[in-house]
């Protein structure tokens, strides 16, 4: 798929491939609760005229590939395009909403099931990305769901309000409520570990359990983003920590969300990922390293 071909797919089609379903129409305006972040009054706005979308809540819009980088937190334009076209089948069904009351709670993802994560499957993808399974097994689930009558099932990781980030090997999205994930071994610790998403997260206790990684401390606790667009939420929970280890992806988006901290809490911040410099995230260093 080339940008162009990729431009020409509408949005709403797009959305519908990953789940989402608009819950009001205005004149050529669709109106969705965000796939960014979560809410509870529809802000992401899909204008079907132009083909394009702006989300009121982070102040942010644009076209397809530029929100697909959003909801993929990447700049790669090339791996956008790849992921774009394997998440937007020849044919979606899309509701077009016609002139009828749509409930706002009406959920995209149905049927979904959570339990122990043992499909092959699952395990199979966790393995290709050199995650240790018996950790993954920990911290993650099974999760599988209906979308527009269809079955799927993913690797699932929760976050902090129930809802779950979900992957497999040609899907990544999320099964709303949208949060970060905290989590704290020991209240008493005056140091977090931030990453982007549950892979990074993953694949850094995979490096400490390898022996791989040095830079290691048995007291600190950690906090998932789920989403870069998250980061002001999560600010809320960093504050009272003394140390704020970042261990983010080493593109635009990462080195973002580092200026940001730091304008926020100064030297409190630490850019750990000058460690896994070379490569563009952990799991990007621990799959090349484990080769």
Wanted: with cysteine.
């Amino acid at each position: 798929m080339n940008i162009r071909t990729a431009k020409s797919i509408p949005l709403a089609v797009y959305l519908s491939g990953l789940g989402f379903q608009p819950v009001k129409r205005r004149g050529t305006d669709l109106w969705y609760f965000s796939p960014l972040r979560k809410e509870t009054r529809a802000s992401f706005k899909v204008n079907t005229r132009l083909n394009t979308w702006y989300d009121f809540g982070i102040g942010r819009g644009g076209n397809i590939i530029s929100l697909a980088a959003e909801i993929y937190e990447m700049d790669d334009v090339s791996r956008l395009l790849r992921l774009i076209g394997a998440n937007t089948p020849a044919s979606v069904p899309f509701d077009p909403i016609r002139e009828r009351n749509i409930s706002p709670t009406e959920p995209e993802f149905k049927n979904v099931q959570v339990k122990s994560l043992a499909h092959p499957v699952l395990l199979d993808y966790l393995k290709s990305r050199k995650i240790d399974l018996k950790t993954a097994q920990i911290l993650c689930k099974e999760v599988r769901y209906t979308v527009c009558g269809k079955f799927y099932f993913a690797v699932g990781f929760a976050n902090d309000s129930g809802g779950y980030e979900i992957r497999n090997r040609y899907f990544k999205g999320a099964i709303p409520p949208k949060d970060t994930t905290w989590i704290r071994p020991q209240k008493s610790n005056r140091s977090c570990r931030l990453f982007e998403g549950f892979t990074d997260y993953l694949s850094y206790l995979t490096l400490c359990k390898q022996g791989d990684v040095s830079w290691h401390s048995s007291d600190e606790d950690f906090l998932i983003l789920n989403s870069a667009s998250l980061l002001p939420r999560a600010k809320d929970r960093l504050r009272g920590y003394e140390h704020i280890v970042c261990c983010l992806d080493r593109d635009t988006t990462g080195r973002r969300l580092v200026g940001e901290l730091r304008a926020t809490f100064g030297t409190r911040v630490h850019d750990d990922s000058i460690l896994y410099d070379g490569y563009k995230d952990l799991n990007d260093c621990l799959r090349r390293d484990s080769s």
